[in-house]
């Protein structure tokens, strides 16, 4: 079915005024520096013809470096870290780069099944030029061991698709006796003028 | 090229995607369109509703984000959704002028949700719906007449047209309840 007017094939817009410049920095929201690992995450935001998504809105969300969530609900009894939060938002420039400065997350236990760990990831929300090209989703770091016992990564069953949830390090990103730098790519699917029912 | 896949939001983006006045669009530009009531003179109209899972329990932790067209029917948006108090950075919202119409608001601790905002001119509200449950989030339409009409609408069977129509419980107030499976399923879109 076709709808050329479909409110789904616009979708909100962002401007200055809704990211601050700090957002991006998710090391410099507290009187002092967090523990762990200080990492520059960065990347473009594409669409299927590999063109650039410009200021646009990327959010991210992640545990600190000993794998505790700042959340009420989670219980693992790993230390809160009172100079992380793990909260960071900014605009895709006019290249579509997003870019962050975080610490890399730890793994953390999540009782889905004994023995059940959470690689480390960080989460992130995308939006597009549509409302259809809504993306969350997760970036994993390289190496990791964890990946192959994840249910979560491997809800995705194709093996190439897995992988393209894994950043890359990136050792020109590095920044001398600061930072170690990881490249993650977004390709944002559709928006397609067509539709069909969910799951009919 | 290929796209990035979804992943489940999980549940802990509570402290990262909410954020005050995220379900309250109203404010901005109301010119135009032939709205209701004037629009209920003005003051916009209360969308609400609960988020049940395939068992009907209330689901308290799904995030949902509202895109809509304007009261004469644009759907150019506005930036300023998420605008920022320049001491603090905290999220002060949106300037009162023009209308963004994006909204954003989690389920509380009884599934229920609240958005506040204008008539759109074209008849729904789009609607997207993540929860930790869901690998991929979810795309429905509330529509604010009491008979859905257009493409999507007409392509349905006359049951689940009416499925996607709010109830107006009193002047200005309507209810939409969405089941994330099951018996009662809402009528949700893929667009691929
Ligand atoms: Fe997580």
């Given at each position: 079915m076709e709808d050329p007017d479909a409110a789904e094939l616009t979708g909100p817009v962002f401007g200055v005024t809704d990211v601050s410049p700090l957002d991006a920095d998710l090391?410099?929201?507290?009187?002092?520096?967090?523990l762990g690992e200080r990492i520059t995450v960065e990347g473009r935001v594409l669409d299927r013809d590999?063109?650039?998504?410009?200021?646009?809105?990327?959010?991210?969300?992640?545990a600190n470096a000993a794998g505790r969530y700042r959340h009420q609900g989670d219980g693992h009894p790993a230390p809160l870290d009172p100079n992380f939060t793990g909260a960071g938002r900014c605009l895709t420039d006019d290249e579509g780069y997003y870019r962050f400065t975080t610490i890399k997350p730890g793994a953390y236990p999540w009782r889905n099944h004994v023995n059940a760990w959470r690689p480390a990831h960080i989460h992130f929300s995308v939006f597009g030029r549509a409302f259809a090209q809504r993306l969350v989703t997760q970036m994993y770091f390289p190496n990791d061991p964890l990946l192959p016992y994840d249910p979560v990564l491997n809800s995705v069953t194709d093996e190439r698709a897995r992988a393209r949830l894994v950043a890359a390090y990136d050792h020109d990103l590095s920044v001398p006796e600061w930072s170690l730098g990881y490249r993650w790519d977004i390709t944002l699917d559709g928006p397609a003028a067509t539709w069909t029912e969910h799951g009919r | 090229m290929k796209p990035t896949p979804s992943q489940t939001i999980g549940p802990f983006y509570g402290y990262a995607l909410p954020f005050a006045g995220g379900g309250d669009i109203r404010g901005g530009d109301i010119r135009g369109g032939d709205i209701r009531g004037g629009d209920i003179a003005r003051g916009g109209?209360?969308?609400?509703?609960?988020?049940?899972?395939?068992?009907?329990?209330?689901?308290?932790?799904?995030?949902?984000?509202?895109?809509?067209?304007?009261?004469?029917?644009?759907?150019?948006?506005?930036?300023?959704?998420?605008?920022?108090?320049?001491v603090t950075g905290a999220i002060i919202g949106r300037d009162g002028v023009a209308f963004t119409g994006f909204g954003r608001t989690p389920t509380d601790a009884?599934?229920?949700?609240?958005?506040?905002?204008?008539?759109?001119?074209?008849?729904?509200?789009?609607?997207?719906?993540?929860?930790?449950?869901?690998?991929?989030?979810?795309?429905?339409?509330?529509?604010?007449?009491?008979?859905?009409?257009?493409?999507?609408?007409?392509?349905?069977?006359?049951?689940?047209?009416?499925?996607?129509?709010?109830?107006?419980?009193?002047?200005?107030?309507?209810?939409?309840?969405?089941?994330?499976?099951?018996?009662?399923?809402?009528?949700?879109?893929?667009?691929?």
């Open positions: 090391t410099r929201r507290h009187l002092a520096e967090p590999g063109r650039p998504v410009r200021g646009q809105l990327v959010e991210v969300w992640q | 109209i209360t969308v609400h509703g609960h988020v049940y899972d395939g068992a009907g329990a209330p689901v308290s932790d799904a995030l949902l984000e509202f895109w809509q067209a304007d009261p004469s029917g644009g759907l150019r948006g506005a930036p300023g959704t998420l605008r920022r108090d320049p009884d599934g229920h949700w609240t958005l506040r905002t204008h008539t759109p001119g074209n008849g729904y509200i789009s609607v997207c719906l993540f929860a930790r449950g869901l690998l991929h989030h979810l795309y429905t339409r509330v529509y604010l007449g009491a008979e859905p009409s257009g493409p999507l609408a007409d392509a349905l069977t006359p049951e689940r047209r009416r499925a996607l129509a709010a109830v107006e419980e009193r002047e200005g107030v309507y209810r939409f309840d969405i089941h994330m499976q099951g018996e009662k399923e809402t009528v949700f879109l893929d667009f691929a």
